[in-house]
């Protein structure tokens, strides 16, 4: 939900703003001594009203998506003098989109995210016969939250009132998770169906159009770009501008922005490509609130995923809904646990089957062992970024190195230990967001800019919330066990 906030807030140490009127002279001065990194280059908005932004050049690179390409940021100094740097511009946002699609399984993306489909598909299940297994008592249970000595009915109460309410939400993610997992079986059976084989070409043809270079027009400097896109599209709200040198001397040019009237395919929004002589919309299929009606549609699943729609208040309503479903799957575990060892215990059988046990410590390890990955993620990306390091292949590592330590530990230890001491770690962690922000800011002053955005700060404030809570869990949970074993 903050993935393009969380790369804003680890990447701002690097970046530049500048006014975007100063723009021109920018790219001159570029033009002038380095001019490759004008074959392919963004100027990311650093505002609202974009009246900032930042250069970040490409050079290098192979393919559509430039795979292996060098970044630069390039600004004017005080002496109206050149600066270039190399940077690695932060991917953290979607390295965690990575893991989410393919549920954290180390596989090849395409296995994983197959998988995935499979398990959506069994989660949807799993709430439709939830649903029904409560149904005949909806009435008389719906609002019933016993709050007393029986803690086991007050959590059960809990989960099926998050369950009920938040069902139409779950099923959405479910059902558009499947689509996603199975969008190449879709693409070939259309392909076969409707297109003769003949859907690459239709694909082909739907490609951002190039426009043709000319030495004796004028390509429009981006504020004059940003101007004629408002004229077509006063909604569309600009993020970035960028410029990529097409085929046999061409030019494509994009702005990418959201309109928050429309859904929109992601977080980010979409883009709109121009004639870079002219501003001229040349093509509007990913552009939110333009798109033809096919292109809408397609659309629809993607902001139905996403909450891209309804602006601020949808991203939170989908926040809070995604919290409760970990609560429900963790909650329906402890709960499944909880029974089994009851009815083991009546019936004499000691020790506890060895399902009991492998159940009991994968809840505790897998779940504890996501957000200390995630948190661990974050809370390197933004000290990688400090020294110009790359994140990208490191975070993996390191979060894979941070799950596995997490489950082993659930494993070695018994669960009731287990889950406050990996609280305890997710607590610490996560408690390290907040506080190396702060540090690096007003400690060491390595930042160059500092965070003041509200959304980015609003991460940590959602991470020092987090923390308390995981530490106060652990502090619980751990008194319940000293007692336990004081029995």
Request: with cysteine; proline share 5%; aromatic share 12%.
């Amino acid at each position: 939900m903050f993935s393009p906030a969380i790369d804003q807030w680890v990447q701002n140490d690097f970046l530049h703003p500048a006014p975007m009127q100063d723009t021109p002279a920018l790219l001159t001065k570029i033009q002038e001594q380095r001019s490759d990194l004008l074959k392919n280059y963004t100027l990311t908005l650093m505002d609202a009203d974009g009246s900032k932004s930042a250069f970040i050049g490409y050079a290098g690179g192979h393919g559509r998506k430039n795979e292996g390409a060098s970044a630069f940021t390039a600004f004017l100094d005080d002496t109206n003098t050149l600066q270039v740097q190399k940077i690695n511009p932060a991917h953290t946002g979607e390295i965690i989109n990575k893991i989410h699609q393919t549920i954290g399984l180390p596989f090849n993306h395409t296995v994983s995210e197959f998988i995935m489909g499979w398990v959506a598909l069994l989660y949807g299940l799993a709430l439709i016969t939830g649903l029904i297994i409560f149904l005949p008592g909806l009435k008389k249970n719906l609002f019933a939250v016993r709050v007393g000595t029986n803690k086991k009915k007050m959590w059960l109460d809990i989960h099926n009132v998050l369950g009920v309410f938040s069902l139409p939400f779950h099923l959405i993610i479910a059902l558009t998770s499947v689509t996603f997992a199975f969008h190449d079986v879709f693409y070939a059976a259309q392909d076969a169906l409707f297109y003769h084989h003949d859907l690459n070409k239709t694909f082909a043809s739907a490609r951002p159009p190039a426009t043709p270079t000319s030495k004796t027009e004028h390509v429009l400097s981006p504020p004059e770009l940003l101007n004629a896109l408002k004229a077509q599209a006063p909604n569309f709200q600009p993020t970035s501008v960028s410029a990529q040198a097409g085929p046999h001397g061409s030019l494509i040019t994009q702005v990418h922005g959201m309109d928050l009237h429309h859904p929109m395919r992601s977080l980010a929004g979409g883009f709109v490509t121009l004639d870079a002589y002219t501003g001229a919309i040349t093509q509007k299929d990913y552009m939110p609130g333009l798109q033809p009606t096919s292109s809408a549609l397609l659309t629809s699943f993607f902001a139905l995923h996403f909450g891209s729609f309804g602006g601020t208040a949808m991203l939170w309503a989908y926040f809070v809904l995604g919290a409760s479903g970990a609560f429900i799957f963790y909650s329906g575990n402890i709960l499944w646990l909880e029974t089994r060892r009851k009815k083991g215990t009546q019936a004499a059988q000691t020790p506890p089957k060895l399902s009991h046990k492998i159940l009991s410590s994968l809840t505790v390890g897998v779940t504890s062992g996501c957000i200390a990955g995630i948190s661990a993620i974050v809370l390197a990306a933004r000290w990688l970024s400090h020294y110009n390091q790359s994140p990208d292949v490191s975070s993996v590592i390191l979060y894979y190195s941070v799950f596995s330590l997490c489950v082993a530990w659930a494993f070695i230890r018994k669960p009731h230990y287990a889950s406050w001491h990996l609280l305890g770690f997710c607590g610490l962690i996560t408690l390290g967001i907040p506080l190396s922000n702060l540090w690096a800011i007003y400690g060491t002053q390595l930042s160059a800019t500092p965070v003041t955005g509200t959304t980015e700060q609003l991460i940590d404030l959602i991470a020092a919330l987090a923390a308390c809570s995981f530490l106060f869990m652990a502090y619980k949970i751990r008194q319940k066990a000293l007692k336990a074993s004081q029995i």
